[in-house]
């Protein structure tokens, strides 16, 4: 190809979905790569500027079934135990940790209460 140079000032067109723009949005090009994805009804919930983002993430995981629990990790390839680290009784799984585990009910408990945790090592 040939450049011709002139005395004008330069510029940059970015162009995505058939739209030019001379403003180049990281957000709308991934929005445009990842495809629209409706909003769900928790969002609101889960993330607002009131919420600590570290709580908000973990509320996510849980939503989504990411959390890396051992069934997670097993599915992964890596190789542990299945059973729950907890109660080292049945699997250890979203729903068994947050739903099921005795453990992990003994502990939410406590913290409701305001009562001072007593671990006992079997």
């Not at 739209?19 to 928790?42: F, M, Q």
């Not at 097993?74 to 135990?81: A, D, E």
């Not at 947050?98 to 209460?113: A, D, K, P, R």
Request: aromatic share 12%; with cysteine.
């Amino acid at each position: 190809t040939t450049v011709t140079l002139n005395q004008e000032q330069d510029f940059y067109e970015w162009e995505l979905a058939c739209k030019t723009v001379s403003k180049y949005s990281t957000g709308e090009v991934y929005t445009y790569l990842r495809g629209e994805i409706a909003d769900v009804n928790w969002s609101k919930s889960i993330w607002s500027s009131y919420e600590i983002p570290r709580h908000s993430f973990l509320a996510w995981l849980v939503i989504n079934n990411r959390c890396p629990t051992r069934d997670r990790l097993i599915g992964w390839g890596i190789q542990v135990s299945p059973l729950c680290l907890l109660c080292n009784l049945h699997s250890e799984s979203r729903n068994h940790l947050f739903y099921e585990c005795g453990c992990s009910m003994n502990v939410v408990t406590v913290l409701i209460s305001g009562t001072s945790l007593q671990l006992s090592v079997a």
